[in-house]
């Protein structure tokens, strides 16, 4: 299985803030990577597909980049419904993991 | 509007079973690949199970190998789970999600809650 990791796991960031999210996985997965949004007491919310491609509604402020082992997802500048959780995925082979999330907290 | 709805979550003992039930509307469902994800109380997200579009390929997590059987009937848009010998570390929201990698459409979520 290939196992995804996250870091870090939780960060305390201001509205305005450029915040960056590292995820890297145990094997080569090309670009077989997504992120998703997640915010308390709702579903998951796709905002990559393939490392770095944005999904339709999803503002420009969200950025995806990688390949490989070694992702990454930008968030330029930080606005206050962007306080949630994020995970990242794997999408290159079954079974299908995510990261243990990151949880973006207002500091 | 693309909407899935989930249904069938509740109160079970261990060892007991429950069914699971994800309605699709908006789009045409038996052109999408299926899936179920679940979610711990306060942990990250688990998949759990994939079904192609015509139910012939299906995948599950080895953690419900052997217990869980996932299905769709195309005709009613509905995607089902049937959950047997349940434990306690099954408790969980379970989610529906649409197509086979990218998971681009998720329902709101049902609890199933294994408790004495």
């Known amino acids: 299985d290939i196992q995804m990791t996250q870091s870090p796991s939780s960060v305390s960031a201001s509205v305005g803030d450029r915040v960056t999210i590292t995820c890297r996985a145990s094997q080569g997965i090309s670009s077989w990577l997504a992120w998703y949004q997640q915010k308390p007491g709702k579903a998951p919310k796709l905002l990559i597909y393939a490392a770095s491609g944005l999904q339709s509604g999803v503002p420009s402020r969200f950025s995806g980049s990688g390949s490989g082992t070694d992702f990454t997802l930008t968030i330029s500048s930080l606005q206050p419904e962007d306080f949630a959780t994020y995970y990242c995925?794997?999408?290159?082979?079954?079974?299908?993991?995510f990261g243990g999330g990151t949880k973006v907290e207002i500091k | 509007e693309v909407q899935l709805v989930e249904s069938g979550g509740g109160l079970v003992q261990p060892g007991g079973s429950l069914r699971l039930s994800c309605a699709a509307s908006g789009f045409t469902f038996s052109s999408y690949e299926m899936n179920w994800v679940r979610q711990a109380p306060g942990k990250g997200l688990e998949w759990v199970s994939y079904i192609s579009t015509s139910g012939s390929t299906i995948y599950y997590a080895d953690s419900v190998e052997g217990r869980f059987t996932i299905s769709r009937d195309n005709a009613k848009n509905s995607l089902y789970l049937q959950m047997n010998s349940l434990r306690a570390e099954d408790t969980a929201v379970y989610y529906c999600?649409?197509?086979?990698?990218?998971?681009?459409?998720w329902g709101q979520g049902t609890l199933v809650t294994v408790s004495s």
């Open positions: 995925q794997q999408t290159s082979s079954f079974p299908l993991t």
């Open positions: 999600a649409r197509a086979g990698g990218n998971f681009d459409c």
